[in-house]
């Protein structure tokens, strides 16, 4: 089922390393807390970012009830958002 939610992210944690860069991170949103997987790029740009930024993300659950992330926007971003992490914008 693909789900599109909005919150913000915190607690990132890694889980695989270089060259198959694997993040997990937890969006705070209305509904509640939910567990959160990114890959790739969407992983490099989350990583530059400060906790409590806003985003909205697009993806599917697997087995384990983890939100797989497959887009995600930015919301309100800051000048230095704008001009290091949103240069690639294959993900948004």
Do not use: W
């Amino acid at each position: 089922m693909k789900k599109n939610l909005v919150g913000t992210f915190e607690k990132i944690r890694f889980i695989g390393n270089y060259p198959n860069i694997m993040i997990r991170f937890t969006l705070v949103t209305d509904e509640g807390n939910v567990n959160c997987i990114a890959t790739k790029e969407i992983a490099n740009s989350l990583m530059m970012m400060t906790e409590k930024k806003e985003l909205a993300v697009f993806g599917h659950y697997n087995a384990k009830n983890q939100l797989i992330i497959e887009k995600m926007m930015i919301r309100n971003p800051s000048s230095f958002t704008l001009a290091y992490i949103s240069k690639n914008r294959k993900y948004i």
